[in-house]
């Protein structure tokens, strides 16, 4: 009887123990949209270190995808490079190779795109992050924040970022905007109304050296 | 009820006044009762704290006397243990030392009996006068005749003889005393030999002589111990406490060398068993990591307790010798593993912090930057191995002070328990004191809230008292006079 029961206990604990098994709730997601429109292809060099950056600071079990921004984001097509770091540090490491050499060849042979469908490229990074299922979501927008849709693409679509941060990373200022900065000012705050009326927390990071402190966040 | 309501009129002075009449001619009526009553409450609360003081001393006694057995048992058996193992030790010089004695005996006699011959053969003996000598005697003793040739001849010839027989005498006293001279040379090594044997015996026969001195002096502690003497327990308690001190310092040095073992092999565990799992809030990597180090220490507590080096577990202290050899060599065999895995995951945390930071430079320099190979690398490298091997086994000997923390934790307690329940015992009485206390100064608050009608008292029972004096003045008076 003493050696029935003490067999339930142990089976029941190990139960427990099975059951209190769980994935890790602090792993990262982080979506990258680089604007490749224009003249700001440019600056996609900065972004590709950027790129290095993060991957350099994210840890195995957390994800990471770079996408371009052109005509329509959104879309899967549009992701350059995407991965969930394995368990394994040493795996980890050369996924990290592989992604770093994928983004070396797009940056190497981008075209520039007519286009800037940002919210389009939100809206893919939301449902990207929401699908890895990880602890922390981060969304960088590596642009100059200025969309400029196409004839017939629909983008009034109110953004669901509750748990996200956005990080609008390298916002460089337009001719135009210079002429008339409160045009640089008024895209930056309806930018920052859309992600805040979504649930979602805005920040810009215009001095790349501050990106260390970002991504402790 | 507001404060209006208590007014009888527009003057609160007048209504203080006349509630303050009213009060206190009530409580001066209910005064006897009320002191009855607030004496009565004071008094049970104080008996109420007395009685539980005493019964927490009566606790601290049981707990004194119970703590001393405790301790009395525990010396006890150390006693024994240190005179058993004394013994041990007497019996290995006993069986060492008495069991060589008939050989040594042997050797002794020998020497003995060669040193003897050596000896006869150096005795010095006098050469013997040749036979001859007699007869130069008889010569010598012819008359001499003056002129004689032939008689000087004879005598020259015998003088010559002797000068030859002298020669030759001495020559052989020489050889002689040389061969003597060499017999004694040759008994020196014996008489070196013979003193040499007889220092290990002298030698021998102190070390038993200072062992039983040992063992006297632990027979004295352990009869003391027997007799429940205050000496033993007092010198008990003390070593108790000086123990518990020193196991505690050992274990929290064995657990920072547990800590650092775990940092060495946390991280390569991530490498078998990921890393980004977690089980209640905690990363399988570490968890796996904490299970092999107490997975070692439980291996080295085992093969301690297998060698009888600790007794925590009187079941395996009670196999039988063989089943305990087995043992000892299972659990050091699984010792050993674990120490050459943990040697294997320290290496691989090397490999793995150099892809690191190889990755990390390659990422934040572009890939321009090239990896600087340390060639003094290897000494890291080989210094994780080693501790990664060495801190399972020197984590092994955790198990002694352990062992003396569990049994010197019991009087630790005790002596703790004591003082805590007399720190309880003494604020059970001071509020026993401060309720016997507060019902007295009650009282006299009491009285201090009546003065008037107690004043007024008082007044009445000293007229009271001078109109009755007064009466029994006159009834004197006039009982003297009519007598």
């Given amino acids: 009887m003493i050696k029935r029961t003490l067999h339930a206990a ?18 990262r997601g982080v979506y990258m949209l680089m604007d490749t429109s224009g003249t700001y292809t440019q600056e996609l060099k900065q972004a590709q270190r950027v790129i290095n950056y993060i991957l350099s600071t994210l840890q195995p079990g957390d994800s990471f995808a770079v996408a371009r921004v052109d005509t329509g984001s959104f879309s899967e097509k549009d992701i350059i490079a995407k991965v969930r770091f394995e368990d394994r540090p040493s795996r980890a490491n050369q996924q990290k190779r592989v992604f770093r050499d994928k983004v070396d060849k797009f940056v190497k042979g981008v075209k520039p795109s007519s286009y800037t469908d940002i919210t389009g490229g939100m809206l893919q990074a939301i449902e990207w992050l929401t699908e890895a299922r990880t602890g922390k979501n981060t969304i960088l927008i590596f642009s100059d924040l200025k969309e400029d849709l196409k004839e017939g693409y629909v983008r009034d679509i109110p ?4 748990g996200f941060s956005v990080v609008a990373l390298n916002v460089t200022k337009l001719r135009s905007d210079n002429i008339d900065p409160r045009e640089y000012l008024n895209r930056l705050a309806l930018w920052q109304e859309r992600v805040e009326s979504g649930g979602g927390s805005w920040q810009v990071v215009n001095d790349l050296e501050r990106l260390e402190s970002v991504m402790k966040l | 009820m507001s404060f209006s309501d208590l007014m009888f009129s527009g003057n609160p002075v007048l209504s203080g006044f006349v509630w303050f009449v009213v009060l206190s001619a009530a409580l001066y009526i209910a005064r006897v009762h009320a002191h009855k009553a607030i004496k009565l409450a004071s008094l049970t609360v104080h008996n109420a704290f007395r009685l539980s003081a005493r019964s927490v001393m009566m606790a601290i006694d049981r707990l004194a006397n119970r703590n001393k057995e405790v301790l009395l048992n525990q010396g006890r058996l150390e006693a024994e243990r240190i005179i058993e193992r004394e013994f041990d030790r007497v019996d290995a010089i006993v069986r060492r030392d008495l069991a060589e004695y008939p050989a040594l005996h042997r050797e002794l006699s020998e020497e003995v009996v060669k040193l003897d011959e050596d000896y006869q053969r150096s005795i010095e003996v006098p050469p013997s006068p040749p036979g001859w000598v007699k007869a130069v005697e008889a010569v010598a003793k012819i008359p001499s005749t003056k002129g004689d040739p032939m008689v000087g001849n004879v005598l020259e010839d015998i003088h010559q003889s002797l000068i030859k027989a002298n020669t030759k005498a001495t020559e052989e006293y020489r050889q002689s005393s040389h061969k003597r001279h060499q017999h004694l040379t040759r008994m020196m090594p014996h008489w070196r030999k ?15 002589l200072e062992r039983s001195t040992t063992i ?53 565990m991530s490498e078998m068993v990921g890393g980004t799992s977690a089980i209640m809030g905690f990363q399988i990597n570490n968890i796996a990591a ?21 007794r925590l577990f009187p079941v395996i202290g009670a196999l039988n010798d063989k089943t305990r050899i087995r043992m000892v060599w299972t659990f050091f065999s699984i010792l050993l593993f674990l120490a050459l895995v943990e040697a294997g995951l320290a290496f691989m945390r090397e490999i793995l912090m150099e892809e690191d930071a190889a990755t990390r430079a390659l990422l934040r320099d572009e890939g321009s930057a090239q990896m600087v190979q340390n060639s003094y690398l290897w000494i890291t490298t080989a210094a994780q191995m080693g501790l990664g091997f060495i801190l399972p086994f020197a984590l092994m000997f955790v198990a002694i ?3 003396t923390f569990v049994h010197s ?44 009608p107690l004043g007024i008292e008082r007044l009445v029972k000293s007229i009271r008292a001078q109109s009755d004096k007064k009466e029994d003045d006159v009834d004197a008076v006039n009982y003297g006079g009519a007598a």
């Fill in chain 2, 409 to 452: 934790l019991r009087t630790v307690f005790g002596v703790l328990g004591i003082v805590v329940l007399r720190i309880v015992a003494w604020m059970l009485r001071i509020l026993g004191n401060i309720a016997n206390y507060t019902g007295t100064t009650l009282i006299h608050i009491y009285d201090l809230l009546i003065f008037a």
């Fill in chain 2, 194 to 208: 013979i003193q040499h044997q007889l220092n290990q015996v002298d030698k021998n026969v102190t070390s038993l």
């Fill in chain 1, 159 to 162: 953004l669901q970022l509750s």
């Fill in chain 1, 10 to 27: 142990l089976l029941l604990g190990l139960f427990l123990l099975a059951g209190c098994s769980e994935q890790v709730p602090n792993t």
């Fill in chain 2, 290 to 310: 904490l299970v092999i180090i107490l997975v070692e220490l439980a291996m080295g507590l085992f093969l301690m307790e297998s060698l009888r080096i600790t």
């Fill in chain 2, 216 to 268: 006297d002096r632990h027979m004295e502690e352990y009869e003391s111990i027997m007799k429940k003497t205050d000496r033993a327990e007092r010198m008990l308690s003390s070593s108790s406490l000086t123990q518990f001190f020193i196991s505690l310092f050992v274990l929290a040095i064995a657990v920072g060398g547990a800590v650092i073992n775990f940092h060495l092999i946390a991280r390569p």
């Fill in chain 2, 401 to 403: 002070p352990l062992e």
